[in-house]
C-alpha cells in the first residue's frame, strides 16, 4: 500500500496508521473464513478439473467432467427430482403452516399446550422421523394402508412408486417442519396493528378480505423469511431421502445430494463428485439470489 | 466334551495334549479334536510380542460379535492388547477406502469383504502379502494347519497375480429358504430346477391371504445378486476373457426375465423397495414361500422370539439352471494394513481369528459358513450345534457349488448400482433386454477406465 508508506500529511499519516491497524484485528477472522470456507471451495474447484477416482491416478482433463455431467442423463433427472421435491417441500408447508399460524393466533381453551404439542416434530431427530415414516409407509406391514383400509380406500405402494415416492417424502418434510413455518408466521401476527382491521371492519368487510388484503401483505415478509429457510433446508435434505429410499425404486427420488453422495462415497469419483457440487452451488446461488430479491420487493412493499 | 475344549485355559488343554501322549500334528487330524491343537502351545512362541497394541476394524455383523467377544482368549494368549472398532459395513468401507488413500492407517488389522474390496484393495496393495509371514517359522504357529483352508475361501483370499493378501474367514453362499408348512398344504415338492421354481411361486402365490410365491431383494444394489444367482445357473459369466461384460447376453436376459416373473408376478407388492431385512420380515411372518438370500439368516428364522415359522422352515440348495448348478457366494477375511507398524502382533492377531475353535465357533453360533473344512468335520459330532441339521448340510453343499456371485472387479459398488437400477425398472415393468442393454453400455466404459489406471 504505497499511500500508507509515503503520507502526504499529518492528518493523513494518522488515518492511515489508524487503518493499519485495523488489518491487524481481521486476520484472525481472515485466516478462519481461509482456512475452512475459501481454501475447501477453491480446492473442490480445481479437483473439479480432474478425472481422479480414489485407487488411481488422477489426469487433468479441465471442463471435461462438466461436459459429461451436461450429457448425462441421470444427473440433469436429479435436478429435475431436486426442484420438483424442492418446490413441494416449501410450498405445502407454507400453506399449512399460515393456516396453523391463524388458529394458533385465536383465544381459544388449552391453546398454549396445544401449540407445544404442534411443534413437537421439529424436536425429533430427522434419521429418526425418517425410519418410522418407513416403517409406516411399508406396503403390507404399515400403518398407513391400515388407515387406507379402514376408510375403504385401495392400499398404496407410498415410496415404493416411482411416481408416488417424491410426494410420499414431501409428506414427511411436511409433517416434520410446519411448524416452523408457524411459528415464524405466528411471530409475524402477533406484531401487526390492530387499527388497519378495526376500520376494515367498519367499512364491511368480509373475513376472508381481512386475510387477502391486510393480513397475507402484512405477514408477508416473514413468509419470505420461511420460504427461505425452507428452501435452503429442502435443498440439502439428504437424511430423509436416504434413510427413506435411498434415491429409489431405481432413480425415482435421486436428488442432486443423493446422487452427490453416490459418486464421491460409494464410487470414489471425487473428480466428478466435485463437479455436481459446483453446479450444485450454481444452483442454490442463483435461487438465493433470487429469493433475495423478492425479498427486497416485499420489504418495499 | 471335546467340542468344550477351547473354553478352558490353554494351560489345562495342554495337559490334554501330555494325557493323549500325541504330538499336535497328529491331533490335528481328528475330527472334534482339531480345535485343541491351533492352541496348544508346543514349540511355538504366541507371546513374542507381549506388551505390544494393535488396532482392529471390523464389520458390525455376526462374525464381528463373534470376534469381539473372544478378544481376550487372543490378549490372554499372546499378551498384545487389541483395540477394537466394529461400524456398519457401508461406513466402514468408506473408512477403509479413505484411510488407505490418505497413506496412513489407523488400523493395524481390517475386516474386508472379498465380493466388494478384494480387486480394488489387490490392485492398490493395500494389504500386506501374508506368503512370506507363513514362510517364517518364528512367526508362522506350526498349527496353522493351511491346508484345512477350503478351495472356495482361498480363492477369495489370492490375489490375481498370486498375491495372498488376508486369511479367509467366513463365506456366505445363497440359499432358498422355503415355507415347508406352506408347500406341505399344497402337496409342492421343493424345486428341482429353475422352470419348477417359477411354477412353485406362481402356485403358492395367493394374494387373497397376503402370501407371495417368492420373495428377495429389490432394492437397486443389493438386488444384483439375486439376479447374478440365476445368471450363473443358466451358464452366464460376468465379463469374458477380453474384458468386455458378458451383461447383455442372452443368459443374461434369460436371467432377468426369470428375476422380473418372480419379483413381479409373484412377489409381494412394493418388492422395489425391499433389502434383506424387510424380505426377511415378510418370511418370518410365514408370508413368504420362498426367500432367495444369503445363507446367514438361520438364527433368526429359528428364534422363537421373532419368528412364527419355527421348525417350518426348509433349507433348500439353489437348484440346478439349464446350464449349471451354482450358489451365488460373498465372502469375508481379514488382512494386514501395508502401512502398519505392527506386522508381525498383526500376523498373529490373524492366525488367531482364523484358527480352528473360532471357525468352530460360527458355526455354533449360525453365524456364517466357515472357510475351514475341520469345522464341518467338527460339526457332525458335535451336540453343541444351536442350528439345524438341515441348514449345516445345505450349507456344506452349497459352498461345493458356489462360485462369486458378483465380478471381481475395483467398481463393483458402481455395477451393482447401474445393474441394480436395471433390475429395479424391470420390476416396475421395463423391457429386460433393453434394460440389460442401456445398464452394459453404460458400465463398460467405467469397467474400461478402472483396468487401465
Redo the contacts between chains.
Sequence with gaps: MPAIVMPPARGARFLARRRRSYYLFIVPALVVVGAVIVFPWLFTLWMSAFDW?????AHFVGLGNYQKLLGNQRFLESILHTFYFTALAVAVPLVLGTAAAMIFHREFPFRGVLRGIFVMPMMATPVAVALVWTMMF????GVLNYLLSLVGLP?S??????TLVIPSLVLVEVWHWTPLVMLIVLGGLAALPTEPYESARLDGATEWQLFRYITLPLVAPFLVVAAVIRTIDALKTFDTIYVI???????ASETINLYLY?QA????NIGNASAVVVVFFVIVLVLALLLLHVREKTKWS | MADREYDKGPAQQRRRLLQAGLGAATLGAIPGAGQLATQAQGTFDWKRFKGEKIEVFLVKSPRGDLLTRYHKEFEDLTGITVGSEMIPEQQQRQKAVIEFNSGNTSFDVIAISYHVQKRLFGKNKWMEDVRPLLADKSLTDPNLDFADFSKGGMAWATQPDGRIDSLPFNIDPWVIYYNKELFDAKNIAYPKSFPEIVDAAAKLNDPAKGVCGFVARGLKNANVPVWTSFLLGYGGTFVDANGKLATDTAAAVDAAKMYQTLLAKYGPQGVAGFNWNEAQSLFLQGKAAMWLDGIGFAQPLEDPTKSRIVGKVGYGVMPPGPKAQVSAMFGDGEGISSFSKKKGPSWLYLQWAANKANQFRILQAAAGAPVRNSAYLAAQSSTDIKAPKEWIECMLTSARIALPGLPVIAPVTEFRDIFGIALTNMINGADPAAELKKATAEFQPILDKSEKT
Design positions: 477416482t480414489i485407487g488411481s491416478t411399508h406396503p403390507q406391514q392400499p405402494l407410498w415410496v415404493y412408486s416411482p429410499t435411498g434415491g429409489g425404486p431405481g432413480t453416490l462415497f460409494a464410487f470414489y
